[in-house]
């Protein structure tokens, strides 16, 4: 049973810097795409970027282009999101999910950013 | 704007059929398979109801079924049960990565 286990809740600053993970567990990680997805509050989901573990091939989706950062390593089954500096804007649910073999998500990360 | 279109909301009676669309594109849902619908209630995270375009996953009842014709893609809940009301969002991969469509808000009356 493929299981993704994230990072617990996080309250910044900001202009913080944050990266939050996402564990994985029972099937192949490296061969299989696994991304991040957003929700704003009472908003609906953004798929944010995308990463190969295997090769590290990373895709973002254009509105986050230059704002996060993906990353994976493979010898942990982790992959995590990162953010340079924060904003208020960035406040938001974020989701691990692999989208394919019938689709699997993390619990969620909730980011609270505020002065 | 997302690239795949959802109507914001539908509605239906108890043991009614009602059906979600999702229009997308050659790019996406026109050409690729990998279609899938999430169901999303209050404060929970979205729970996945159909893969693969009509692929269902153990555990979810098969009242809910999926299917595509060109670039649109639906899902059918049919006898629809108070439970089902919740917001639903459609995922197609577009060759590159993968895109939502802007959810659709389920009130079963």
């Known amino acids: 049973e493929v299981q993704l286990v994230q990072s617990g809740a996080e309250v910044k600053k900001p202009g913080e810097s944050l990266v939050i993970s996402c564990q994985a567990s029972?099937?192949?990680?490296?061969?299989?795409?696994i991304g991040w997805v957003r929700q704003m509050p009472g908003k609906g989901l953004e798929w944010m970027g995308i990463?190969?573990?295997?090769?590290?091939?990373?895709r973002y989706s254009p509105s986050f282009q230059g704002q996060i950062t993906i990353s994976a390593d493979k010898s942990i089954s982790t992959v995590y999101l990162q953010w340079n500096s924060l904003k208020a804007s960035d406040i938001a649910m974020y989701y691990c999910v692999v989208p394919t073999g019938g689709a699997s998500w993390g619990q969620g990360t909730l980011v609270t950013v505020s002065s | 704007q997302s690239a795949l279109t959802q109507p914001a909301s539908v509605s239906g009676s108890p043991g009614q059929s009602i059906t979600i669309s999702c229009t997308g594109a050659n790019s996406n849902l026109g050409n690729h398979n990998l279609v899938s619908w999430y169901q999303q209630h209050p404060g929970k995270a979205p729970k996945v109801m159909i893969y693969?375009?009509?692929e269902r996953p153990s555990g979810v009842s098969n009242r809910f079924s999926g299917s595509k014709s060109g670039n649109t893609a639906s899902l059918t809940i049919s006898g629809l049960q108070a439970e089902d009301e919740a917001d639903y969002y459609c995922c197609s991969y577009t060759g590159r990565d993968w895109v939502f469509g802007g959810g659709t808000k389920l009130t079963v009356l």
């Open positions: 693969d375009v009509s």
């Open positions: 990463i190969f573990p295997f090769d590290s091939d990373t």
């Open positions: 029972g099937y192949r990680f490296s061969s299989n795409w």
